[in-house]
C-alpha cells in the first residue's frame, strides 16, 4: 500500500534511529493520557452531541489506528486484545470494515475505561516490539505509518480538548477541567494595521525542503495567480465581535449568506458558542471555568457562518487559503500552541519583524473563503489509508494556522484543517481581509 505520507529519505535502519522513534511514539501515547488525566470516570463516557466523541473513544481509536495499519500487518505474532475493538473503534474507513456508528459511541458504556486503557497497554508494548525489532524489509513502510499514526494521534489530542470543553459546558454546574490553567498574559491587543501583499504567481501547498512531514490533502505544490489583497495584521477580538453584536448582527438577514441565517434562526444563535450574558456582563465557559470575556483575546468558537458574517459587517471578506498561506510565509513558528497551558486563545505578543502579522499560527484556527477542495493534481491513494483526507472534500470550509490546543510540533503553514460551515465547538476564530 503506497504510504500516505511523502517519501522519507533514505535512512539507515539503526538501533539509534529506531530508539528515537520509539521515544517520540511514547512521548505523545503519553501525552493523550496525561490530557485525560484531569478527568474522572463518569466524564470519559459522555456524548454531548453527535459530533463529540467520549474520550474514552477517542483513547481506544487511536490504538486502533496503530493495530490495524501496523501491528496487524507487520507484526507475526500480533494478537489483538478483543477482535470486536476493530469494529467498535473503526471511525470511518470503510474499505477496512463496517464503523460503529458514530452517533452511537456514547452508548458504549463497555468496554470500560480501565479495559480502554489496558487495551492502550497492549497495543503499546506491542509496538515497542516492533520498533526494537524493525524487519529491514518493511523499515521504510513502517516508520512511515508510524509517522502518520503519531500525527494522527496529536489530532485526537486537540479534538479530546475540543470535546472535553464540550461535554463539561453542558453542565449547569460549570465543571472545571483544570484550576492550574496559565492566566492570559494582561495587556492590551495591539491595534488592527492592514498589510499589503502584492499581485503575482505563488507556490502553494507543502514544501518538502521545508515540511518533512505532511497530510496528503497538502499536496501537490502547485502555482497559483494571486491577486494584490490586505491582510489584517492579528484575528478579530472578543472586544471587536461584541460590536457586531450589538449592532444587531445576529438580527440583520442582509449579513448571513442563506445557509448561515437559517441556521441563526433554527439554533437561535446571539453570541459565539460558551458565551452567556449576565446582568450586562458576558462571559464565556473555558477549560479552567466560566470567566469574564477577555476583550482584547481573539473570539473563538464562532463558524464559518459567523465569520463570514461579521466580515460582511466590517466592510472586508475572509482571506482565501492561498492568501492565507503567502502572509504566513516565513512568520515565527512560535505561538500559543497547547504546550503554552493558556488552552485558551490570549492576546497576542507584537512581533518583532517589521509589518509582520501575529499570531498566523497558534491560539485560533483561522476560517479562510476557501471550500475545501483537492489541489490541482491531488490523487487519492489506493488502500484505506487513502481514506484519510480525500473522502471528505465536499461540503467543508478550509481553516489554517493551529489553535490553542494544538501540539507546537504537529502544526505548519500549508496545513489544511476543515469543518463544516456551521461547526463551533473547535477553537476556530479568524482574521479579515480585503482588496489591495
Known amino acids: 500500500m503506497p504510504p500516505l505520507t511523502q517519501q522519507l529519505e533514505e535512512e539507515t535502519l539503526d538501533s539509534r534511529h529506531t530508539k528515537e522513534w520509539l521515544r517520540r511514539y511514547q512521548r505523545i501515547r503519553e501525552t493523550s493520557e496525561s490530557l485525560c488525566a484531569p478527568l474522572h470516570t463518569e466524564d470519559y463516557v459522555i456524548q454531548s452531541m453527535d459530533d463529540v466523541s467520549p474520550p474514552k473513544w477517542h483513547l481506544a481509536h487511536v490504538s486502533w489506528f496503530f493495530e490495524a495499519f501496523l501491528l496487524i500487518p507487520f507484526l507475526k505474532h500480533y494478537r489483538p486484545l478483543d477482535p470486536a475493538y476493530d469494529f467498535l473503534f473503526n471511525s470511518y474507513y470503510e474499505t477496512h470494515g463496517t464503523p460503529f456508528p458514530r452517533p452511537e459511541r456514547g452508548a458504549l458504556s463497555r468496554p470500560t475505561v480501565e479495559e480502554v486503557y489496558r487495551y492502550r497497554a497492549h497495543v503499546d508494548r506491542s509496538m515497542t516490539e516492533l520498533l526494537d525489532h524493525l524487519p529491514e524489509e518493511h523499515g521504510g513502510e513502517i516508520l512511515r505509518r508510524v509517522e502518520l499514526g503519531l500525527h494522527h494521534e496529536q489530532q485526537h489530542q486537540e479534538l479530546l480538548l475540543m470535546d472535553i470543553k464540550h461535554i463539561l459546558a453542558q453542565n449547569p454546574l460549570c465543571p472545571i477541567y483544570r484550576h492550574d490553567l496559565a492566566p492570559a498574559p494582561p495587556q492590551a491587543a495591539a491595534a488592527l494595521e492592514w498589510l499589503d501583499h502584492a499581485a503575482g504567481i505563488r507556490l502553494v501547498g507543502q514544501n518538502p525542503d521545508v515540511d518533512r512531514f505532511a497530510y496528503d490533502n497538502e499536496m501537490p505544490r502547485h502555482r497559483e495567480f494571486v491577486e494584490a489583497f490586505q491582510l489584517a ?52 465557559m473555558t477549560l479552567g471555568g466560566q470567566k469574564p470575556v477577555d476583550h482584547h483575546a481573539p473570539v473563538v468558537h464562532v463558524s ?54 501575529t499570531q498566523m499560527l497558534g491560539d485560533v484556527w483561522e476560517w479562510t473563503g476557501s ?55 473547535a477553537f476556530s476564530g479568524f482574521r479579515l481581509a480585503r482588496e489591495a
Not at 237 to 247: K, M, S, V, W, Y
Not at 375 to 395: A, D, H, I, W
Not at 409 to 415: A, E, I, L, M, N
Open 233 to 284: 495584521s492579528r484575528p478579530v477580538t472578543n472586544g471587536e465581535f461584541l460590536h457586531f453584536i450589538r449592532d444587531g448582527g445576529y438580527e440583520r438577514p442582509e449579513l448571513w449568506l442563506s445557509d448561515g441565517w437559517q441556521q441563526v434562526k433554527q439554533a437561535r444563535w446571539h453570541a459565539p458558542l460558551y458565551w452567556l450574558e449576565r446582568d450586562g456582563e458576558w462571559r464565556y
Open 304 to 357: 464559518f457562518h459567523e465569520a463570514d458574517a461579521y466580515a460582511r459587517w466590517a466592510g472586508a471578506r475572509l482571506p482565501s487559503e492561498a492568501e492565507w498561506e503567502t502572509a504566513a510565509a516565513g512568520v515565527e513558528s512560535s505561538g500559543n500552541f497547547v504546550e503554552r497551558d493558556h488552552l485558551q486563545p490570549v492576546v497576542a505578543v507584537p512581533s518583532n519583524a517589521l509589518k509582520a502579522p
Open 371 to 425: 471550500a475545501y477542495r483537492p489541489y490541482p493534481g491531488f490523487r487519492t491513494l489506493p488502500g484505506s489509508l487513502g481514506e484519510y483526507n480525500g473522502k471528505f472534500m465536499s461540503g467543508q470550509m478550509v481553516l489554517r494556522g493551529g489553535c490553542c490546543a494544538t501540539p507546537a510540533d504537529h502544526v505548519r503553514t500549508t496545513y489544511r484543517n476543515f469543518f463544516p460551515p456551521h461547526a463551533r465547538w
